[in-house]
């Protein structure tokens, strides 16, 4: 199994910054995995923010967020992190961990999430 721990989530102002780390545990976790995060506000559906692949060299983000966020892995750390600056009150969202065995997060069916952290920007 795996586990995926988010962290870092809290209350801003817009223009300020977060920086969320998620941890990964388990026998099974392998640093090949792709990471990312996704998020989902109130009446929304989920959306992919940002993903990145396992050697760390190909980030890629959704269209809201691209230039203000900014994705990164630590393998030995077996952690990834999501800056994120910037940030606006349509970023208000839960914010959840996701880890894949494909080179790219997929769509749909993603191997393990984590349990969420909220992220909330006032205007």
């Known amino acids: 199994q795996v586990q995926l721990v988010e962290s870092g989530g809290g209350l801003v102002q817009a223009g300020g910054s977060l920086r969320l780390s998620c941890v990964a545990s388990?026998?099974?976790?392998?640093?090949?995995?792709?990471m990312g995060w996704f998020r989902q506000a109130p009446g929304k559906e989920r959306e992919l923010v940002a993903g990145?692949?396992?050697?760390?060299?190909?980030?890629y983000y959704g269209n809201s967020v691209k230039g203000r966020f900014a994705i990164s892995r630590d393998n030995a750390k077996r952690t990834v992190y999501l800056q994120m600056n910037s940030l606006k009150p349509e970023d208000t969202a839960v914010y959840y961990c996701?880890?894949?065995?494909?080179?790219?997060?997929?769509?749909?069916?993603?191997?393990?999430w984590g349990q969420g952290t909220q992220v909330t920007v006032s205007s």
């Open positions: 996701a880890a894949d065995r494909q080179t790219v997060l997929p769509d749909k069916g993603i191997d393990y």
């Open positions: 388990g026998r099974t976790f392998s640093s090949y995995y792709s």
């Open positions: 990145i692949d396992w050697t760390g060299a190909i980030p």
